[in-house]
């Protein structure tokens, strides 16, 4: 069996791959496949350990097929990740221009969200001849230009499989549970659980809602003999904090023995990624080091209608992503 092999539009070697931001479950995944298909394809591939940080630093390594072996079913990344204060200077980008010259780095494939490709435009501006692809790590799955981000589906299985707990302990005591995900911007993660947990409702930084109309929910449901609920609450609600709601609701309804909060948290970053996260990662970094090659830069590379899509950096970055609205109404429909 012949296996294709790509032949780039330009003289590109060495391919470097870093992770940055937040961790997002299928990051090994995808740094897997960027490795094997450089690899089959004659590059060289190298590994920048802490984001734009390490690029700074030139904490830069050789990778080979060996070091990303039995690293798919691994959570976090084996490239470790930062947040980068010194690539915001003009200072800091040239001293990473500097170590990626110095190590014959042709191009670059950034995994991770909105502030790290801020952070590839910046740079591209500024060192134009360094091709640069990114691929959509994060949980938040908020990024212009793919259905799905690398992340989002495992962080939605823990969020559910938290609520399917707290279920439990809710109708054995007759509670009123408030669970709060993360999605400072985003009400992905908290519409999908919300659907996915059976929840009594959902508060999401894309809807007005108000205590009065969670009251007024929250009632029809007791009118039903339903005894117990659950409210799943996005970080960047517009009502305040989890705390502050439950505090609200409660000086308002009394159809409960008890109120009470949970916050799942930075649990829903860790873990081992979904078989879907795995897949996904896996076609996204298999695609961007062939993209690469046939010249593409400045762009994420996405899945939209299950085919391969690229997105300029700017627009990823700009627009914003709508949430489904019929799967809104629908999650308000199922909460009754």
Do not use: C, W
């Not at 995944?29 to 298909?37: M, S």
């Not at 080979?64 to 990344?77: A, K, L, P």
């Amino acid at each position: 069996m012949t296996e294709n092999k790509i032949t780039p539009t330009k003289e590109i070697k060495r391919i470097a791959v870093f992770t940055s931001g937040g961790d997002a479950p299928g990051m090994n995944a995808a740094v897997r496949a960027i490795v094997r298909n450089a690899v089959h394809n004659d590059l060289h591939i190298y590994g920048i350990m802490r984001g734009y940080e390490g690029m700074i630093d030139g904490n830069i390594r050789r990778l080979e097929t060996t070091d990303v072996s039995n690293i798919i079913h691994r959570g976090g990344t084996i490239l470790k990740t930062a947040r980068s204060q010194r690539f915001l200077t003009p200072e800091g980008r040239k001293k990473a221009y500097e170590n990626l010259i110095d190590n014959d780095i042709d191009a670059l494939i950034a995994i991770g969200g909105n502030g790290t490709f801020t952070g590839a435009v910046k740079f591209m501006e500024e060192y134009p001849n360094v091709p640069i692809l990114g691929l959509p790590g994060t949980i938040d799955n908020d990024l212009y230009g793919t259905d799905f981000t690398i992340g989002f589906d495992t962080a939605v299985n823990t969020s559910v499989q938290a609520v399917d707990k707290i279920r439990d302990t809710a109708d054995s005591h007759n509670r009123l549970f408030f669970v709060e995900v993360m999605g400072r911007h985003s009400g992905y993660i908290a519409l999908h659980t919300g659907i996915g947990g059976g929840a009594g409702g959902v508060l999401i930084p894309e809807e007005e809602t108000t205590i009065d109309d969670l009251v007024r929910l929250l009632k029809r449901g007791a009118k039903r003999a339903k005894l117990f609920s659950i409210v799943i609450v996005a970080e960047g609600n517009h009502m305040g904090t989890v705390y502050d709601i439950a505090k609200k609701v409660e000086e308002q309804i009394d159809i409960y023995d008890d109120i009470k909060v949970t916050v799942i948290g930075h649990l829903q970053r860790g873990g081992s990624p979904s078989s879907f996260d795995r897949v996904l990662a896996s076609i996204l970094g298999f695609s961007a080091v062939e993209a690469l090659l046939q010249g593409k830069t400045g762009m994420m590379v996405g899945i939209k209608n299950n085919s391969i899509h690229y997105t300029p950096f700017h627009e990823a970055i700009t627009r914003r992503k709508s949430l489904n609205k019929d799967l809104l109404r629908m999650s308000h429909i199922l909460a009754q």
